[in-house]
T-cell receptor
Framework: QKEVEQNSGPLSVPEGAIASLNCTYS??????FFWYRQYSGKSPELIMF????GDKEDGRFTAQLNKASQYVSLLIRDSQPSDSATYLC?????????FGKGTMLLVSP | GAVVSQHPSWVICKSGTSVKIECRSL??????MFWYRQFPKQSLMLMAT?????????EQGVEKDKFLINHASLTLSTLTVTSAHPEDSSFYIC?????????????FGDGTRLSIL
């Protein structure tokens, strides 16, 4: 059974701080890794995707992948109250996506 | 970016009614579409994988006769909840990807909130 684990949170950070969201996965054959943001009552929105070991930066977001440790993370710099949402980690090995349960992030003004 | 449209956004209906939800990829052809269900404060659960021109693949525990999926074209998949009951009330979300066998991410529709009275 493929599993994707995330701390449910909530992770509380003050405005302007760096938020660090973590995810581990069980399937060593996983090839693609995605971070989605989901606001309450809304559908998921793609934030970042990463395929290779290392860091990938896009604006205030940085995704980090370590396949040896089966670990992927998302860093949000200069966190804003509008970043408050649930962040879903999703993993696939060229088939269906397996989602984690998500980490709730709360950014306080 | 890739756009997936889902309709309707909200459905409230009586028990025993059948409800059809449409999912359209607006700016790309989607060989494969996915249907998810999400209960409050829970994660997305994949219900089925919809392949254009062939039968859908259902996840374990999902009743194929209850949740009818049709993917008649490369831009449209439909989910019909037949004889819906209150326990079917949930948030149903579709997603699509331009290429099933690549790294392309899935793009989600806005979801359909289904309430069965």
């Amino acid at each position: 059974q493929k599993e994707v684990e995330q701390n449910s949170g909530p992770l509380s950070v003050p405005e302007g701080a760096i938020a660090s969201l973590n995810c581990t996965y069980s399937d060593r054959g996983s090839q693609s890794f995605f971070w989605y943001r989901q606001y309450s009552g809304k559908s998921p929105e793609l934030i970042m995707f990463i395929y290779s070991n290392g860091d990938k930066e896009d604006g205030r977001f940085t995704a980090q992948l370590n396949k040896a440790s089966q670990y992927v993370s998302l860093l949000i710099r200069d966190s804003q109250p509008s970043d408050s949402a649930t962040y879903l980690c999703a993993v696939t090995g060229y088939s269906t996506l397996t989602f984690g349960k998500g980490t709730m992030l709360l950014v306080s003004p | 970016g890739a756009v997936v449209s889902q309709h309707p956004s909200w459905v409230i209906c009586k028990s025993g009614t059948s409800v059809k939800i449409e999912c359209r990829s607006l700016d790309f052809q989607a060989t494969t579409m996915f249907w998810y269900r999400q209960f409050p404060k829970q994660s997305l659960m994949l219900m089925a994988t919809s392949n254009e021109g062939s039968k859908a693949t259902y996840e374990q525990g999902v009743e194929k006769d209850k949740f009818l999926i049709n993917h008649a074209s490369l831009t449209l998949s439909t989910l019909t909840v037949t004889s819906a009951h209150p326990e079917d009330s949930s948030f149903y979300i579709c997603s699509a990807t331009p290429d099933t066998f690549s790294n392309q991410p899935q793009h989600f529709g806005d979801g359909t909130r289904l309430s069965i009275l």
